[in-house]
Structure formats: C-alpha cells, structure tokens
T-cell receptor
Framework: EDQVTQSPEALRLQEGESSSLNCSYT??????LFWYRQDPGKGPEFLFTLYSAGEEKEKERLKATLTKKESFLHITAPKPEDSATYLC????????????FGRGTSLIVHP | DGGITQSPKYLFRKEGQNVTLSCEQN?????MYWYRQDPGQGLRLIYYSQIVNDFQKGDIAEGYSVSREKKESFPLTVTSAQKNPTAFYLC???????????FGEGSRLTVL
C-alpha cells in the first residue's frame, strides 16, 4: 500500500476553470508535507511545505492546505503555463527523514 | 547562481556497459540523493548521502553504486547488473534533514 496517494492521475482544465488536486497519506506521524511542480523533461521544483493541520500556503494561483490525512492543492483561474505534473511528498516523524513521493497529478490547462 | 548540475542530459548505453552520471552542487548542502523516475511512477530513491564518505541504500539500490568523496559531488554508476536501466535519473540535495529538496535537471538514460 502506497503511503502517499495522489488523485486524480490526470486533469484537464479550461483556462480559468478552478479545481483541486488531492494528496492523501497514511504515515502515523507527519513531520512535513511538500508540494513540487515538475515540467516535462525537467527536475521537480519546490513549491510549499506544510507542517500541521489547518496550515495554508499560497503562491500566485496556487494554494496548499493540510488536514490530518490529506492535502489539497487548489488552483484558482489556471493559465496554460500552470500545465505541469504536481508531486506531493511526505516526511514521517520519528523515522527516516527521507521524503516519500506520490506518483503525481498531470495537469493540462487548455487556452 | 547556486544549484545542482547533472550531466549528461541524455545518455545511450549498450547492454553490458557501466555508465556514470554526474551530479555537482554548489549550494553547500550536506545531504544528496539519487532518484529514479519511470512513466506513471513516483520518484524512487536509489541512494542517499548525509555526509562525505558515507552513503546509504534507498529502496531500489540493486545494480547501482555511488561515491561521496567531496561534499559537492555525488556520482551514480549504473552497472550492467541493473536489469532495467532505461529511466530518467534525478539528483537532489537538501540542507540537513528537510524534505525541501533541490533537484537537478535530470539525466535520461536509454539502453540500446
């Protein structure tokens, strides 16, 4: 069973159509949850870190939120340049500090 | 500019050959990592190193080897023992035990 599950696997939106990506996790204790953006053929780029339930972070059209079992990446009025794969990673408290990655959500925003 | 440099970006290998992927960072980070990414898969950890002259196996270390002789450098060798080496390889670094990783641009290895 995967510790980090992202859904949906792929998402197609029209420009301006807001939506959310989900990252659910099953670790017993959360040290940190991380969101990354990855463009095709490139390395992931760090976006946000969330540490505790109720925490929120924003950057331009992106807003990340965290509950005790999942995180959402809300995309408001997306533009075509927001098209990318979004990766979620979880760092478990009390164990190895190495983050575990989900499989990602591929987002395509059509003009 | 500080960052991580991976080379080569593309590499072709014949079966039975060892190849070495380079990873250099000038961020003064202690920790460095190697991940493998396959289509539809998450990032899978191959090896990681917290300090010079020390490294640990990740989830899929079989068929790979690494060295950490300098803080700035963490090369990965894909040996002929790796049964399915065609993949996208990512090197990353971090400042201590944080999940905020800085990634290189990746190296795509294709076995012919």
């Amino acid at each position: 069973e995967d510790q980090v599950t992202q859904s949906p696997e792929a998402l197609r939106l029209q420009e301006g159509e807001s939506s959310s990506l989900n990252c659910s996790y099953t670790v017993s204790g959360l040290r940190g949850l991380f969101w990354y953006r990855q463009d095709p053929g490139k390395g992931p780029e760090f976006l946000f870190t969330l540490y505790s339930a109720g925490e929120e972070k924003e950057k331009e059209r992106l807003k990340a939120t965290l509950t005790k079992k999942e995180s959402f990446l809300h995309i408001t009025a997306p533009k075509p340049e927001d098209s990318a794969t979004y990766l979620c990673a979880v760092q478990e408290s009390g164990g190895s500090y190495i983050p575990t990655f989900g499989r990602g959500t591929s987002l395509i925003v059509h003009p | 500019d500080g960052g991580i440099t991976q080379s080569p970006k593309y590499l072709f290998r014949k079966e039975g050959q060892n190849v070495t992927l380079s990873c250099e960072q000038n961020l003064n980070h202690d920790a460095m990592y190697w991940y493998r990414q396959d289509p539809g898969q998450g990032l899978r950890l191959i090896y990681y190193s917290q300090i010079v002259n020390d490294f640990q196996k990740g989830d899929i270390a079989e068929g790979y080897s690494v060295s950490r002789e300098k803080k700035e450098s963490f090369p990965l060798t894909v040996t002929s023992a790796q049964k399915n080496p065609t993949a996208f390889y990512l090197c990353a670094s971090s400042n201590g035990m944080t999940g905020e990783l800085f990634f290189g641009e990746g190296s795509r290895l294709t076995v012919l």
